[in-house]
């Protein structure tokens, strides 16, 4: 049982540059979720999707932009690039029963020089 | 708005001592408690959470935190540490069901011989 996988693992970019992670998860969840980790800071949520073709805003939405074409993806999108952005990125999903656990990806780490 | 403080940055502590993590939150309505852990690169798995019920929860790995709804508080306590508990420790709240969860700013705690 895979639970939440992320691609790819590390990834390094120049300033402007675009790039997408993905999300997939195996556990037919509804709920599916972007953070980034900074030191310091915890986790902040970016942007997040109840079910699938929905999407909203999270805490730290800007320069993102996310789609949930099919209920098992959940992608993530940088269009152009900024060292600010350069963090880790988890993905998370929830089941729709009551029990508020989050399950975790191993995290992407981006690096924007 | 809800929001978790975690005032300890980091907590060092021998093997087999006992050791809490403090966990503060702002809600002027009920609330939904986690604790989550991040082993070095890793995700987050759940630790324990309070839902309802009993204030005192039980978690993996032996610990286990209390819900005191008049100090606003959601501690984390282990009675002897291990090495292998040398993690970060994430509190968060939730208040609109399950979610969205707000988490802290995390609390590294360093176990040594």
């Known amino acids: 049982n895979a639970g939440v996988t992320q691609t790819p693992k590390f990834r390094v970019l120049k300033t402007g540059q675009s790039m997408t992670l993905l999300c997939a998860q195996d556990m037919n969840h509804e709920y599916m979720y972007w953070y980034r980790q900074d030191p310091g800071m915890g986790l902040r949520l970016i942007h997040y999707?109840?079910?699938?073709?929905?999407?909203a805003k999270g805490e730290v939405p800007d320069g993102y932009n996310v789609s949930r074409l099919k209920k098992q993806n959940f992608l993530l999108g940088l269009e152009s690039a900024a060292p600010s952005q350069t963090s880790v990125y988890f993905c998370?999903?929830?089941?729709?029963?009551?029990?508020?656990?989050?399950?975790f990806g191993e995290g992407s780490r981006l690096t924007v020089l | 708005a809800q929001s978790v403080t975690q005032l300890d940055s980091q907590v060092p502590v021998f093997e087999e001592a006992p050791v809490e993590l403090r966990c503060n939150y702002s809600s002027s309505v009920s609330v939904y408690l986690f604790w989550y852990v991040q082993y070095p690169n890793q995700g987050l798995q759940l630790l324990l959470k309070?839902?309802?019920?009993?204030?005192l929860v039980k978690g993996i790995n032996g610990f286990e935190a209390e819900f005191n709804k008049s100090q606003t508080s959601f501690h984390l306590r282990k009675p002897s540490v291990h090495i292998s508990d040398t993690a970060e420790y994430f509190c968060a709240v939730s208040v609109t069901g399950f979610q969205k969860l707000v988490f802290g700013t995390g609390t590294r705690l360093l176990v040594s011989p």
């Open positions: 998370a999903s929830l089941s729709d029963s009551n029990t508020g656990e989050l399950f």
């Open positions: 999707s109840v079910g699938e073709g929905t999407t």
């Open positions: 309070y839902l309802s019920g009993s204030t």
